[in-house]
């Protein structure tokens, strides 16, 4: 999540977010949170349809959260409103956790599915094939097998 989205959820201010992390800077290594590139910056800015720098207050990159900074976030900024709003957030990425956890169960039972019916294929084109040669075999005339009796003369 993005620091200005998060300030506007703790109803603080962007700056006041930013400070409070960065006065806390240890608590917040880079797989907590990162600031944009400037290509993913100036990516991001595009997607938004943003033509300069200075909209919406935007003069730098801005701060990125993963699941795990939003959560450490509950720790610097202490109000009765951030606390809140981190509780939703949380349950939010649970729920969004369980759905892809959810996807991904999903997805690996339909390879297997895929998986057993390739082999099954294959299984079936092996017995379509035997069934081929006994096919052909069988349109031969075949040696008569087992006890000849002899004719007997009149």
Avoid: C, H
Wanted: hydrophobic share 40%.
């Amino acid at each position: 999540m993005l620091d200005k989205d998060l300030a506007e959820l703790y109803g603080v201010g962007t700056r006041v977010l930013n400070q409070a992390v960065r006065r806390n800077i240890k608590r917040f290594p880079e797989d907590f949170m990162f600031q944009l590139d400037k290509d993913e910056f100036d990516n991001w800015k595009s997607q938004i349809v943003i033509s300069k720098g200075d909209k919406m207050g935007l003069r730098k990159p801005p701060l990125v959260f993963t699941e795990q900074g939003v959560a450490m976030l509950s720790g610097v900024l202490n109000s009765d409103r951030a606390i809140n709003a981190n509780i939703q957030i949380m349950r939010i990425f649970a729920k969004f956790s369980l759905l892809l956890n959810d996807n991904l169960e999903l997805k690996l039972e339909i390879e297997k599915i895929k998986s057993n019916l390739n082999k099954q294929d294959e299984n079936i084109k092996l017995v379509f094939s035997l069934l081929d040669k006994l096919i052909d075999k069988t349109n031969k005339p075949r040696k008569k097998l087992g006890f000849i009796v002899p004719e007997k003369k009149k």
